[in-house]
């Protein structure tokens, strides 16, 4: 399938549900103008070819720019370096957010002009850099991340306790706004490629996490700003709603704003790559054609998402929101629980992660499942804010505190790698979608619930967002690492093997084996060192799962172990007791241990030797040399 | 019955999974599964930077009973007949096992085997330059897997072994037509200086989904 289609249908697949639902309540529950149907037709239409446009974009360019970015942070030689570099990253995509604009005039409204939208901006941004810094730290020192995440949560509640609701709420706003349609993928990228480099047994783990970290840099910048301003309470009410009309004038009218945005956007961040390449990467022309052809793809691709949520789907959100409010008030928690659990599926972001789960767990990790406990997690969200909205006396932090509290304690009995995804997915979820569609339908209702506060509540749906995902994906690691465990205790006894003698080839020619061990993820280091000390040469590494004796149901999802091949060019007359070594000291004895095997390799015409490359032991040397690694026979 | 192939099939993104599935049913014990890319030759594609397609590899040990029945099974329920299905091809091997003799070692050295796969190791980011020059040797097509080479200390700030990510490209085709291609890719990326890549060639015994690319091919077929 070429990687366009594969885009659209990925797309089209997590659209429909929310087309079905929206068609279906406005024919049924909710009376909406034929016009603003139309135009949220078109604009569906508008972003289903954006988002697939926008994810491609992403594939070729990002992963590229933030392969080059993390090579150049985790090669530097000064800790100084490093600092700024990783700074001024965080900083570059944070300051262009549109959507950190909207926010900082909204506050600079609410807060009676106290605090100036400019510096919200600046103030998130610098949060947002430093917490980046810190983070790429944490990474390339191996220090644990639930304890890293821990602590900066601490920090969070204790300045918690200073700030009042409303600003509260505001905080996680923030957070949900830096974390928009450009600066999730990238993070992510930054992060899979820092992981790339380090590789090493925690590689998996490693790509995950960073988004959840920068998250928290709004949060803390947002209340440290409260308090040093002294700033309580929000005045103010939101606007007055008023539907656009037209079915392709609002389109229209919004397309170049948001062209401009987009590429706003996208600007310091493309500029910091090329100047980067100018000066340092030297990245080869193919390359930096695809990068280029990728970065017109995420601008055109995010002009056209955006436009199309922004005309389309806004309005509607608004119409829903206030139509079940009036009506059916008993429905919004249902329907608030049903509308986070498909629409959280578009977010742009959402693909993006679930792409980085697949390369960088091998596959091992079935998206499908991350997925859908994401969604059930939005889906509380929406729920809980729905009744929120409805009840008065129910608070926020009712949700807020436990929530994050539970998931902190069960990050450390978590599978690590779940931890990561799982505080990512906090910032992943809240994304452009949720912030227009579904803010919109909150808002909607509680516009006709009496007693509920359009701006206050509004503000909280991004909060419960950015939580409970983190919680149900917490839960989920910690039930799979329970699984695992069960299923090592389970495991049979090693039986004790004694291994024979290796035959020692006494071939005269020149010739090759093609040495292939599959092992388990980790083992890899350790084969490599066991081989070379044989007389082996370098050798490749290929991530991969696989099935290996035991195999894992989970809630009938398939989970395949995670597996590493490697390969070797070994001259044939040592490479069976390479072998050997590498089935008795890797232990590749039981069932799911791993496998070694040897196929013949052809020098084909070319002079024999000269087809290898680097350190392989010459023809000459004896095969004896290695005499001492292998093993007598008992 | 001691497996003696590796039996591999380079499939849709997605599929491999089913595939795995469906061998384990069939009594094939153990898979892996690594992710690759194809590449599709088309200019228009390849100017609008959408030329690549994300493909599956699937790696299983066999017996030759087995390889048959993956073999039947990839012509009549993975159409693999067909073009742009993917491809499956059988390679034999020795399993180092502790017990294993090690007299039926030849299998594939000793007689001519009647296709190639070339397996070609070069630093990541030159897989579709070298693809390119494959093409022009009259390779019809190839996968690209991304992998990586063992850590290497270095002088940074941070403890770290860097791991140097590779490109691994799998080219099958017959062995009369493998030996220009391979030697394009020798030349072409100058493999005889140190350190920038190997080419590697397995024999190959049997292979379905491997086919002419549109527009005929210039060489002859012998």
């Known amino acids: ?634 | 019955m001691i497996p003696d192939a590796l039996f591999f099939a380079v499939v849709d993104r997605g599929k491999a999974g089913d595939l795995l599935h469906w061998a384990r049913e069939k009594g094939v014990t153990g898979g892996t599964i690594f992710a690759g890319e194809g590449t599709n030759p088309s200019p228009i594609l390849n100017f609008l930077g959408i030329s690549e397609v994300h493909k599956e590899v699937l790696m299983l040990a066999v017996t030759h009973e087995h390889s048959q029945q993956l073999f039947a099974a990839m012509k009549d329920e993975f159409r693999m007949d067909k073009r742009y299905k993917g491809i499956a091809f059988v390679v034999p091997f020795r399993q180092w096992l502790p017990d294993a003799k090690p007299a039926a070692e030849d299998n594939g050295r000793a007689k001519e085997p009647p296709f190639v796969c070339l397996i070609t190791i070069v630093d990541k980011g030159k897989g579709e330059l070298l693809m390119d020059v494959a093409r022009k040797a009259g390779a019809r097509g190839g996968t690209i897997v991304h992998a990586h080479g063992a850590g290497v200390p270095q002088d940074i700030y941070f403890p770290l072994l860097i791991e140097p990510q590779k490109d691994m490209v799998f080219i099958v085709d017959s062995r009369v037509h493998a030996r220009p291609i391979q030697a394009a890719i020798y030349q072409e990326m100058e493999l005889e200086e140190q350190n920038n890549g190997i080419v590697i060639a397995l024999p190959v015994l049997r292979v379905i989904g491997l086919y002419e690319p549109r527009g005929a091919r210039k060489r002859g077929r012998k």
């Open chain 1, 1 to 634: 399938m070429s990687l366009l289609r594969e885009k659209f249908s990925e797309v089209s697949r997590s659209l429909v549900p929310v087309v079905v639902m929206v068609i279906l309540l406005s024919f049924t529950m909710v009376k909406v103008e034929t016009n603003i149907l139309l135009r949220f037709i078109v604009g569906s239409i508008l972003l289903l070819v954006g988002l697939a446009i926008f994810l491609l974009g992403i594939d070729l360019a990002m992963t590229s720019i933030g392969d080059h970015m993390a090579t150049e942070l985790a090669t530097s030689k000064t800790a100084y370096k490093v600092a700024v570099m990783s700074f001024l990253l965080g900083f570059l995509v944070t300051v262009a957010e549109p959507d950190l604009l909207i926010l900082g005039n909204q506050v600079e409204a609410a807060s009676g002009k106290t605090i100036s939208a400019m510096m919200m901006v600046y103030m998130v941004s610098i949060g947002v850099g430093v917490m980046i810094s810190l983070g790429t730290f944490r990474l390339l020192q191996s220090r644990s991340y639930p304890v890293f995440m821990a602590i900066t949560y601490g920090v969070i509640f204790v300045l918690a306790i200073l700030v009042s609701e409303e600003f509260l709420a505001i905080t996680f706003d923030a957070s949900g706004a830096t974390t928009g349609a450009l600066t999730t993928p990238f993070v992510l990228a930054l992060t899979a490629g820092l992981s790339r480099i380090k590789g090493g047994k925690t590689a998996e783990e490693n790509s995950f996490g960073m988004v959840g970290v920068m998250s928290a840099g709004p949060i803390l910048a947002v209340m440290l700003m409260s308090i040093l301003t002294g700033q309580e309470h929000i005045q103010g009410e939101a606007e007055a709603f008023m539907p656009a009309t037209g079915i392709l004038g609002p389109v229209l009218h919004e397309l170049p704003k948001v062209f401009v945005e987009s590429l706003v956007a996208l600007l310091p961040l493309s500029a910091l790559f090329f100047i980067m390449n100018f000066a340092k990467f030297k990245v080869p022309m193919r390359e930096l054609g695809r990068i280029i052809k990728g970065l017109i793809y995420t601008l055109l691709g995010l002009a056209l998402f955006l436009t199309g949520v922004y005309s389309g789907f806004m309005d509607m959100g608004q119409i829903i929101g206030r139509g079940i409010a009036e009506h059916y008030n008993w429905f919004l928690p249902i329907l608030g629980f049903v509308m986070g659990t498909i629409v959280v599926l578009v977010e742009p972001a959402v693909h993006v992660l679930g792409q980085q789960i697949e390369d960088a767990t091998g596959g091992r990790i079935p998206i499908k499942l991350i997925r859908i406990t994401l969604s059930i997690g939005v889906g509380l969200a929406i729920a809980g804010s729905m009744l929120r909205i409805m009840i008065p006396e129910v608070k926020l932090w009712f949700f807020l505190l436990p929530g994050f509290a539970t998931a902190i304690l069960l990050s450390f009995f978590s599978d690590p790698v779940f931890v990561g995804i799982a505080y990512d997915a906090g910032g992943v979820a809240s994304g452009p979608m949720t912030a227009t569609f579904v803010l919109a339908f909150a808002q909607g209702a509680a516009a006709m619930t009496p007693g509920a506060n359009v701006l206050v509540d509004g503000f909280g749906v991004i909060a419960m967002v950015a939580m409970t995902p983190v919680l149900s994906i917490i839960i989920l690691g910690a039930v799979f690492q329970r699984r695992t465990l069960k299923a090592q205790r389970e495991e049979p006894a090693m039986l004790e093997e004694t291994v024979a003698p290796a035959p020692v080839g006494v071939g005269e020619a020149a010739s090759y084996d093609c040495v292939l061990a599959v092992l388990n993820r980790g083992l890899s280091d350790e084969a490599i060192a066991i081989a070379r000390d044989a007389g082996a040469g370098g050798a490749t590494i290929i991530h991969g799962r696989g099935s290996g004796g035991h195999d894992m149901k989970f809630l009938s999802f398939e989970m395949l172990k995670e597996k590493e091949i490697v390969v070797w060019l070994i001259d044939d007359r040592i490479s069976a007791t390479i072998a050997a070594n590498l089935y008795e000291k890797l232990d590749l004895g039981g069932e799911g241990g791993g496998k070694v095997f040897l196929v013949p390799a052809l020098a084909m015409g070319l002079k024999a030797p000269g087809v290898v490359n680097g350190a392989i032991t010459g023809p000459n040397e004896a095969p004896e040399a290695d005499g001492e690694e292998t093993n007598t026979p008992t």
